[in-house]
């Protein structure tokens, strides 16, 4: 079935980019997602991306999609400390609805 | 513009019981989602309202079920509830029309005993 799968853990220093990583398996996907979620927090649409791109930017943060790879990423400029938080990647569980599939989040720290 | 809410923010049951728990959308929205975050996991989706049916359900036993009333607004409730039970669960909202732009409430904190 559909999965999705990111790296874990990401710790980068303050000003730096981050570039956070994740691979899907279904071919079929219209949009991929990027949300973030804080300490105590629901989850935030950060970005997507439709299939047919396969790059969108959004102020400091970059989206690239390599379909043929199943490979999306998410680069985040000048990282900040109020960026510490967990990213989540997220795919359509199927072409039928609109439910999706999530991976373990890739939890970011910045230090100072 | 309130964004997503859920109530209670927390709960605390024993095995056994049943839960429900609540959601009201984003205003203009018509589309209710529930999704179930273990710790350190990825949200699970468990099932979607439109229109007030169920229209498309995650892999969850029918210990699960929902509702959403005419208003756009829903529960979740659980029975028969299992120390694996225990989780955050999230709401989200959306418009038919823009499904992809998902708006996520802060969560219920379900702790079973």
């Known amino acids: 079935g559909e999965d999705v799968e990111q790296s874990l853990f990401l710790s980068v220093r303050e000003g730096d980019s981050s570039v956070i990583n994740c691979t899907y398996t279904?071919?079929?996907?219209?949009?991929l997602y990027w949300y973030k979620q804080e300490p105590g927090a629901g989850l935030q649409l950060l970005t997507y991306i439709f299939s047919n791109m396969d790059m969108k930017q959004d102020q400091r943060l970059t989206v690239l999609l390599n379909k043929k790879d199943k490979h999306l990423s998410l680069r985040i400029a000048d990282t900040q400390t109020g960026d510490s938080a967990i990213y989540f990647c997220a795919d359509h569980i199927n072409q039928a609805g609109t439910a999706l599939i999530f991976g373990k989040g890739t939890t970011l720290s910045v230090s100072s | 513009d309130a964004g997503v809410t859920q109530s209670p923010t927390h709960l605390i049951k024993t095995r056994g019981q049943q839960v429900t728990l609540r959601c009201s959308p984003k205003?203009?929205?018509?589309?209710v989602s529930w999704y179930q975050q273990a710790l350190g996991q990825g949200p699970q989706f468990i099932f979607q309202?439109?229109?007030?049916?169920?229209?498309q359900r995650g892999n969850f036993p029918d210990r699960f079920s929902g509702h959403q009333f005419p208003n756009y607004s829903s529960e979740l409730n659980v029975n028969a509830l299992l120390l694996g039970d225990s989780a955050l669960y999230l709401c989200?909202?959306?418009?038919?029309?823009?499904?992809?732009?998902?708006?996520f409430g802060s969560g219920t904190q379900l702790s079973v005993l």
């Open positions: 279904d071919s079929s996907s219209t949009y």
């Open positions: 309202y439109y229109e007030e049916e169920e229209r």
């Open positions: 989200a909202s959306s418009i038919a029309q823009e499904a992809e732009k998902l708006f």
């Open positions: 205003s203009g929205h018509d589309t």
